[in-house]
Nanobody, 116 residues
Framework: QVQLVESGGGLVQTGGSLRLSCAASGRYAMGWFRQAPGKEREFVAAISWGGGNRNYGDSVKGRFTISRDNAKNTVYLQMNSLKPEDTAVYYC?????????????WGQGTQVTVSS
């Protein structure tokens, strides 16, 4: 069983930045998702185990960057130019490979709130 623990959420003003972290051991591709109240879960970003392949949701391209440090067993989501519509609970998730469609493991989530 893989345990995923997110951290780094909080309250930030529009235009600000936050960096989320997800601690995860094992050789997994990792993703970030978010869910706002009353909305469906949305894909944010994903990264392969080696870090060479990265994907982003359209709404965050150019503003968010996913990265990882396998020596620290940590995946990061750097979020810049934040907007109120970025407010959501952010979840990290793990799967065996980027080519696999479903994620096997999920964290508990961390709240990100962007004030206008």
């Amino acid at each position: 069983q893989v345990q995923l623990v997110e951290s780094g959420g909080g309250l930030v003003q529009t235009g600000g930045s936050l960096r989320l972290s997800c601690a995860a051991s094992g050789r997994y591709a990792m993703g970030w998702f978010r869910q706002a109240p009353g909305k469906e879960r949305e894909f944010v970003a994903a990264i392969s185990w080696g870090g060479g392949n990265r994907n982003y949701g359209d709404s965050v391209k150019g503003r968010f960057t996913i990265s990882r440090d396998n020596a620290k067993n940590t995946v990061y989501l750097q979020m810049n130019s934040l907007k109120p519509e970025d407010t959501a609970v952010y979840y990290c998730a793990a799967k065996s490979s980027l080519v696999v469609t479903g994620y096997d493991y999920w964290g508990q989530g961390t709240q990100v709130t962007v004030s206008s």
